[in-house]
């Protein structure tokens, strides 16, 4: 038996903390419950705040532990202690994206307005661009709800080398939005933030694959294009930027990026899309 001093082990634990932080990129979560948190945030603060601040009883030693969410997942607990405390995450903090403000107004065209953090109330408003209406998340639409912890994580929080992690980025997202979405994605891709997703949106892969397309045309081909189709350059990716897996069988099956067709073939996607265009054309040819 060795008896170490107490400060020598809070050294300990204080460098492999540090060496953690400074070694492995900070991963920041948001699930496919988010729209459902962001309506509901202000009863979670509401009942936290009455199980910490009420004296004790059988029933809030029950309602202490429920609280504390251990029994939700991950994505969820993390989505909650975020929502639940946005009047703390806005307060002199500045995301380093900050200074790229192009990048933010580009993403507050997909939600189609800006989020506002009451310091006061911590009640959370929406302001539609060409309004001058605010607009709580219980009257907005579930985009807007969808939207709003990207905003915030984007506006105050992200950091150079985080892993990004979305559960269904295009949930809610109109067509159009889900494609804009996903050229924000690979314009974040170089400002040094790893972006993993998972999606059943067909829109997402087309549009990734679109832009890898575009990346490889010539420079007057790529000027005619990007000008054409109101693309940006900085939203191009090259095909080793990009890893696509599919899960299949209980694991993730690597997906390659086929030369020949010039995409990566998502089969799952691709086979039912082509099992409806012929049974409309099947359907159109005996009509």
């Known amino acids: 038996h060795i008896d170490v001093p107490d400060l020598a082990v809070e050294n300990a634990k204080w460098v492999v903390s540090y060496l953690i932080c400074q070694r492995l990129p900070r991963p920041f979560i948001i699930g496919s419950e988010r729209t459902g948190i962001s309506v509901f945030r202000d009863e979670f603060n509401f009942y936290r705040t009455l199980a910490y601040n009420e004296k004790g009883s059988e029933q809030l030693d029950k309602l202490r532990e429920r609280v504390l969410f251990n029994d939700y997942p991950i994505a969820v607990r993390k989505d909650l202690e975020f929502a639940t405390q946005l009047s703390t995450v806005v307060k002199n903090k500045k995301s380093f994206l900050a200074d790229r403000q192009s990048l933010l107004q580009e993403f507050a065209s997909i939600a189609g307005g800006d989020y506002e953090v009451d310091s006061n109330s911590g009640l959370v408003s929406f302001h539609p661009n060409g309004s001058s209406e605010r607009l709580s998340l219980r009257e907005s639409s579930s985009s807007v709800r969808s939207l709003c912890e990207l905003y915030f994580y984007f506006q105050y929080c992200a950091r150079r ?120 054309t099947d359907v159109r040819n005996l009509d």
């Open 161 to 280: 080398g985080d892993v990004l992690i979305i559960d269904e980025p295009e949930m809610n997202l109109h067509p159009g939005a889900q494609r804009q979405l996903a050229r924000f994605i690979a314009a974040l891709l170089k400002q040094e933030i790893r972006v993993f997703i998972t999606t059943h949106s067909d829109y997402l892969i087309r549009e990734f694959n679109a832009m890898v397309r575009i990346s490889k045309l010539d420079d007057e081909s790529q000027r005619v294009i990007l000008q054409k189709y109101n693309y940006k350059k900085d939203s191009l990716v090259a095909d080793d930027d990009l890893r696509v897996y599919v899960i299949n069988a209980g694991g993730a099956n690597p997906v390659s990026y086929d030369v020949e067709a010039k995409a990566f073939g998502v089969t799952s996607f691709d086979d039912t899309i082509e099992t409806y265009n012929q049974l409309f």
